[in-house]
C-alpha cells in the first residue's frame, strides 16, 4: 500500500504527549485495514458476534480513538472516495492476493499449522462497504467527526493539513508526502509492539514524525521531483521501473532533473507515456477534495453507542462503558481551547 521511500525520511520517535491538544487526521481505510489484519484469534479467524458478524473492526476503531482523546488529541477521520481509474491495477492485484492468501489459509489450517495460518489470515482482510457503514454509525456515536473524501483520503487528509485545519495526517503510508502533507505521523493508531516479519520476536513501537519541507531540503530535491521519484519506484497508479528503489530513484532525478530525462535514459518498452506520467503528477499535485466539511466533537452518545457495540454485537457493557468514559473527556478539553488553536 503506498510507494516506499525507505528511509529517505527523517522520523522523529514521538509519543502521544507531543500531539497534545492537536488535531490529527487519521486515514481511515489504512487503520481499518490494521484492525481488521491484527485482531484476529489465534487461528486468523477475525472478531466476530454470535450471529457471525466481523467486529475487529469496530473493536479496534473504539479502543483507538479513546487512547487518542484520553491523551487529549483530537482525531478526525477520512473515508475512500472513488478510486481513480489509473488505481485498477492495484485494486485487481490486491484481490488476487486476498483469493491466494485465503486458500492459503485453509489449507493450513487443514494441517494444524497455527503460525501460518493466522499469517495468511491477516492478508485476507477487506474493507466493505458494510465495515465502512459500520465504522461511519459509531463515529457518530461516539461524537467524533469524519469526512468523505470525494477520491484518495490520503489526498483529502493531506489537503486538510496544508489549509491549516489540522496538524497531521496519521497514516502508514508515505503518499501523503506526495500529496504534500506538511507532517505524517505513522504508528499513531498501532498497538505498543509489533512482530518481526517470520521471527518470534517483537519490537516496540512508537508514534514517527515526518516533516515535508525539511526532508525535501535535505534532500535537495522538489516536490514535482519527490512525486517523479515515487513514478520510478511504483505508485498505486503505475507499476515503477524494476530494479528501481528509494535511492537509485532519488540518485536518477536529481542527475536529469525529472522522470522524462530519466526514462529516456533508462529506455525499454514497459514505461509510461508521457500522457500516463502527465495525469499521475496530477493525481497528487491537484487531486480532487472538497471543502465541504466541518470539525466539530461532541460527548459521546453512550446509549447509542452501547446499542451498536452491545445489544447489536455482543461487547460486553463492562468492557464498553469504561472506554466511553475515555472518550468523552474530549469535550472538558475543547471547552478549553480553541477548535483550531494548535
Not at 197 to 204: E, I, L, S, T
Request: with cysteine; hydrophobic share 35%; charged share 30%.
Amino acid at each position: 500500500m503506498g510507494v516506499d521511500l525507505g528511509d529517505l525520511f527523517k522520523k522523529e520517535q514521538c509519543t502521544y504527549k507531543d500531539f497534545r491538544d492537536r488535531i490529527v487526521v487519521i486515514d481511515a481505510y489504512n487503520v481499518l485495514h490494521q484492525f481488521l489484519s491484527i485482531i484476529r484469534s489465534r487461528d486468523g479467524t477475525p472478531l466476530k458476534d454470535s450471529h457471525g458478524n466481523i467486529t475487529s473492526h469496530l473493536s479496534g476503531l473504539l479502543y483507538r480513538t479513546a487512547n487518542l482523546t484520553e491523551a487529549k488529541i483530537r482525531p478526525v477521520y477520512v473515508f475512500d472516495g472513488k478510486p481513480h481509474p489509473l488505481k485498477a491495477r492495484v485494486i485487481e492485484q490486491r484481490k488476487h492476493r486476498r483469493l491466494q492468501a485465503e486458500k492459503a489459509w485453509k489449507e493450513a489450517l487443514e494441517k494444524g499449522d497455527i503460525e501460518t495460518a493466522k499469517k495468511k489470515a491477516q492478508q485476507t482482510s477487506r474493507v466493505t462497504d458494510e465495515i465502512v457503514d459500520q465504522s461511519k454509525e459509531l463515529l457518530d456515536a461516539l461524537g467524533i467527526p469524519y469526512v468523505q473524501a470525494p477520491s484518495e483520503g490520503e489526498s483529502q487528509a493531506s489537503y486538510m493539513v496544508k489549509k491549516g485545519d489540522a496538524y497531521a495526517v496519521g497514516s502508514q503510508d508515505f503518499d501523503c508526502l506526495l500529496f504534500g502533507s506538511l507532517l505524517l505521523i505513522r504508528n499513531l493508531t498501532s498497538s505498543g509492539r509489533r512482530k518481526l516479519p517470520n521471527k518470534k520476536a517483537y519490537v516496540k513501537v512508537t508514534p514517527e514524525l515526518i516533516r515535508l519541507k525539511p526532508g525535501l531540503s535535505s534532500l535537495n530535491i522538489l516536490q514535482k521531483q519527490l512525486i517523479d521519484m515515487a513514478i520510478l519506484i511504483g505508485t498505486d497508479f503505475n507499476e515503477g521501473i524494476k530494479g528501481y528503489g528509494p535511492k537509485k530513484s532519488l540518485n536518477l532525478i536529481k542527475k536529469t532533473g525529472n522522470v522524462e530525462n530519466a526514462l529516456a535514459l533508462i529506455g525499454g518498452e514497459d514505461i509510461p507515456t508521457i500522457e500516463e506520467i502527465k495525469e499521475i503528477r496530477k493525481i497528487f499535485l491537484k487531486p480532487e477534495i472538497t471543502d465541504d466539511y466541518s470539525l466539530k466533537w461532541s460527548k459521546p452518545d453512550n446509549e447509542a453507542a452501547l446499542k451498536i457495540l452491545c445489544d447489536r454485537h455482543q461487547f460486553t457493557r463492562e468492557r464498553i462503558e469504561p472506554v466511553l468514559e475515555k472518550i468523552s473527556t474530549i469535550e472538558n478539553m475543547l471547552k478549553q481551547k480553541n477548535l483550531f488553536d494548535f
